[in-house]
C-alpha cells in the first residue's frame, strides 16, 4: 500500500487516506492504513527493530477518504485522544450532496438507530430504545447543476451520521448506495471527503492545521479547486492542499 505522507515528525504521520480502504483493521480482513503506516515506519525507520507504535486516533468510514494523523508513540496517543474528548481536535468534512438543501446553513439535531445486521442507521423518534443523539452543522458552500457542495462540522460522532443526517434533510451524499444518493450518482465513489484537521501538537503544542482538497474526480469536477504544490516541512504548522472552492457548473453530462 502506497502511504501518501503530508507531514512526519517523531511523533505523529498524518497521511491521506485512500477512499475504500479500512483506516484500521476490522472483520473484511482487507488491507488497511493502520498496519501498511506500521510497515511504512519498520522499512523506513530501521535504526529500531522489533516493530514501530502506530496508534489509532480516530476513524473515518471505509468508503470515507481524506486527511487523518496516527500517532507514532503511546504519549502522543493518549495526548491526542484527550484532545478529542475535551472538543478541541477539529474537523472538517466537504460532500457533495443531491439537489439543493432549503438553507444555506443549518444545525441538524437527529436520534439514530443502527441496525447492526445490516449495518444501516435510521432516524428514529427520540424515545426509541438504543437511539443516540446526532447533532452535526453544515454550511452551502457552492451550487452546481443537480449537486451541491457543503461543509460539514460534526457535534457528534455517530456511524454513517453525515450520510443519514443529509439523506434525512432531502439531500442525499452523491454515490451513496445506502442511503439514497445512487439515483443520481450510480457508480462512483460516495463523495464524502475529510477535508482539514486542526490540533495542538502533543508535545511541542504547536497548533497544526492541515487541509486536504478531495480528488479531480467526478462529481468533485463540479467545483473548482485551487490546488497547491504538497508542502511537507518540519517547521510548518500550517499545511495546505489547496483553498476554498469557487463553483464551477458542468454540464449535466458530466454527472
Not at 58 to 65: A, K, M, P, S, Y
Request: charged share 25%; with cysteine; hydrophobic share 35%.
Amino acid at each position: 500500500m502506497e502511504i501518501q505522507t503530508i507531514y512526519e515528525d517523531n511523533h505523529i504521520i498524518v497521511v491521506i487516506k485512500p477512499q475504500n480502504v479500512p483506516c484500521c483493521p476490522d472483520e473484511s480482513g482487507d488491507p488497511n492504513l493502520l498496519d501498511g503506516i506500521k510497515f511504512y515506519l519498520d522499512q523506513n525507520e530501521t535504526n529500531k527493530t522489533g516493530g514501530r507504535f502506530c496508534g489509532l486516533v480516530h476513524r473515518l468510514d471505509r468508503v470515507t477518504g481524506g486527511v487523518m494523523v496516527y500517532a507514532k508513540t503511546s504519549k502522543a496517543a493518549s495526548r491526542l485522544s484527550q484532545q478529542i474528548r475535551d472538543g478541541t481536535f477539529k474537523k472538517k468534512y466537504l460532500a457533495v450532496v443531491v439537489g439543493e438543501p432549503k438553507h444555506r446553513e443549518e444545525k441538524l439535531t437527529d436520534y439514530l438507530l443502527k441496525n447492526e445486521t445490516k449495518n444501516i442507521v435510521s432516524v428514529v423518534p427520540r424515545a426509541t430504545v438504543g437511539a443516540k443523539r446526532a447533532e452535526m452543522t453544515y454550511k452551502v458552500l457552492n451550487i452546481a447543476k443537480q449537486v451541491s457542495l457543503v461543509e460539514i462540522i460534526l457535534l457528534t460522532g455517530r456511524s454513517h451520521q453525515i450520510r443519514v443526517q443529509m439523506s434525512n434533510a432531502g439531500n442525499p451524499v452523491f454515490g451513496d448506495t445506502k442511503y439514497g444518493g445512487d439515483k443520481l450518482g450510480k457508480g462512483w465513489n460516495l463523495a464524502l471527503w475529510a477535508n482539514e484537521l486542526v490540533f495542538t501538537h502533543p508535545i511541542t503544542q504547536d497548533t497544526m492545521r492541515f487541509i486536504v482538497n478531495p480528488p479531480e474526480t467526478v462529481p468533485w469536477t463540479s467545483f473548482e479547486f485551487v490546488r497547491k504544490p504538497r508542502l511537507a516541512k518540519s517547521n510548518q504548522a500550517d499545511v495546505c492542499h489547496g483553498q476554498k472552492p469557487v463553483c464551477n457548473p458542468q454540464p449535466e453530462e458530466s454527472l
